[in-house]
């Protein structure tokens, strides 16, 4: 089911959902009109004009960004689709409009309607029903054309349960992280992908997942599994359904670490057999230690991992608070470089000198990414996932990197750790006074940075004797980012991996986790001679 509104109501739809800045997509009546409002390359329009009708995140024009700022508030692009049922195209029959905003019919943060009487409870003005049965949720998909390549940021309707080529033949469930969750199942040397879940904080959602999984195993025909694969952050809520499949299945919990699943999904994707020097970059996940990481450079195969790379840590003042307002993240940088505190009031910096030291630590490259948002005054205040990170890339886009900005690494055990204080120390000198300076400071800053770290993980490649790197996580969604990565690479004669058929995000853990626990389970049988 979709919500569907006027261009013209999206601050109204927005207030009644709490929705945010967060934003919507829309359905244009056809290809010609689209291009009113927005650029479209040969592959985008194919994309569009598929039998699969995603949803497809195309670049703005100018002369629309007005009509188009409440839609999608601060971005340089839009998600449009295309009417894929005889529904829409009747309804573009009737209507005036260009298009209109669609959006998934549900209370935030909960699973789509299925039920006519559940949708009434939405308090819409009209609704069209029909005497069909829903049988199974299934959301529209989202890709996105970066460097040439295709990205699925929302992999589901049109495109699931079609599987990818397994990395071992066992019957094993994968059930997600917490963001952006999808299941996997895997049979006879395959994996398959559940539909788009979601955000599993809430009960509803994980029953949703619970759901999804039994639903595709029937598909399947699978009635026999041997593990459950879960990530081994000890309060994500997809746990739960781990322990509950264990139990019911009498299978084998196998935890995942979190970024090893990111490049373990890569190399399912690309099909990497053997071990892949890859860059992972998110917001948050689960280290080794127990902090949260983000931004590292991991040598994977699918039974394990070494780290070789890792971003400094920055303290998150209040934990998950910092997460959500960013002005604590950059008062924790001028904190920890001695800087005065412009973001916070003399209330706070005082609480927040005492708490500096007893953070969580975050080595996350979607951390640096909101601080620099944040600095340039592009977003302080996070409304919804990736938010800053997310307004920034349209910055990068258009940034000049004419600011010099030096990336130093040191030794922390066996881990290079890249020195991020002393370049937010010089983006804090810059006298930025105009948008232009705001745009140059933002690419000059992140150019640098990714594209260190991008020639670090050469090296690393090179020492090893591998020609590859990769790119996985939701910062390689972004356009600039994986762009800088991958001429840095090729620009080392090296071979450039970065996601086609799996989602970059935590969309595509799932199916890293079934890899990952596939080759431990077959490990374990080889070393014990069973």
């Known amino acids: 089911m979709h919500i569907i509104c006027a261009f013209e109501n999206a601050s109204r739809l927005r207030k009644v959902y709490r929705r945010g800045d967060k934003p919507y997509a829309v ?64 309804m573009f ?64 309707r049109g495109f699931v349960p079609i599987p990818v080529e397994a990395n071992h033949n066992h019957f094993v469930i994968g059930v997600g992280a917490q963001w952006d969750v999808t299941g996997s199942v895997s049979r006879n040397g395959e994996i398959f992908l559940t539909q788009y879940v979601g955000e599993s904080q809430q009960y509803p959602t994980l029953q949703y997942l619970d759901d999804a999984v039994h639903h595709l195993m029937g598909l399947l025909g699978v009635k026999y599994v041997e593990a459950i694969a879960l990530d081994k952050h000890p309060k994500y809520s997809t746990r739960i359904v781990a322990r509950r499949l264990a139990k019911e299945l009498g299978a084998e919990l196998v935890e995942t670490q979190h970024y090893h699943c990111h490049a373990a999904s890569l190399k399912i994707d690309r099909k990497v057999s053997g071990p892949l020097v890859c860059l992972t970059w998110d917001g948050t996940g689960y280290g080794d230690d127990g902090t949260s990481w983000g931004g590292e450079t991991l040598l994977a195969d699918f039974s394990e991992y070494k780290r070789l790379t890792s971003l400094e840590g920055i303290p998150l003042l209040g934990g998950d608070r910092a997460v959500v307002d960013p002005k604590r993240v950059v008062t924790a940088l001028q904190l920890k470089l001695g800087r005065e505190a412009t973001m916070a009031s003399p209330e706070e910096e005082d609480l927040y000198s005492k708490m500096l030291d007893k953070s969580v630590v975050a080595s996350s490259m979607g951390r640096v990414l909101d601080a620099v948002s944040c600095i340039i005054g592009v977003c302080c205040k996070r409304t919804y996932e990736g938010e800053p990170a997310i307004k920034l890339e349209k910055w990068l886009e258009i940034g000049n990197p004419r600011f010099e900005f030096e990336l130093e690494f040191a030794k922390k055990g066996e881990v290079e750790v890249a020195k991020t204080l002393p370049m937010f120390n010089q983006l804090m000198d810059l006298k930025i006074m105009t948008e232009r300076d705001r745009a140059d400071a933002a690419a000059s800053f992140v150019k640098t940075l990714v594209g260190g770290l991008a020639d670090a993980a050469c090296s690393d490649a090179e020492s090893n004797g591998l020609k590859q790197v990769g790119l996985s996580g939701g910062v390689s969604f972004s356009g600039p980012i994986t762009a800088w990565v991958k001429k840095t690479v090729e620009g080392r004669g090296l071979q450039f991996v970065g996601h086609e058929r799996i989602s970059n995000g935590d969309g595509g853990i799932s199916i890293g986790q079934n890899a990952i626990a596939g ?4 490990w374990f049988r080889r070393t014990r001679g069973c």
């Not at 598929?50 to 692009?77: C, F």
């Open 519 to 522: 080759a431990r389970l077959g």
């Open 93 to 156: 029959h009737y209507l005036k409009a260009d298009g209109v905003i669609m959006t998934s019919a549900n209370p935030p943060g909960e699973p789509m309607c299925i039920e006519n009487a559940k949708a009434f409870d939405l308090g819409l003005d009209l609704y069209l029903m029909h005497n069909r049965r829903i049988i199974h949720r299934c959301d529209d998909s989202v890709v996105k054309v970066n460097s040439g390549s295709t990205n699925f940021t929302r992999k589901s």
């Open 27 to 90: 359905m244009i009546r056809d290809l010609k009109t689209a291009t009113k409002y927005v650029d479209i390359s040969e592959l985008e329009r194919k994309h569009l004009t598929s039998p699969q009708r995603p949803i497809v995140l195309l670049h703005k024009k100018a002369e629309a960004a007005e009509t188009l700022e409440k839609v999608s508030p601060g971005l340089g692009n839009l998600g449009v689709m295309l009417p894929y049922s005889g529904a829409h195209l009747l």
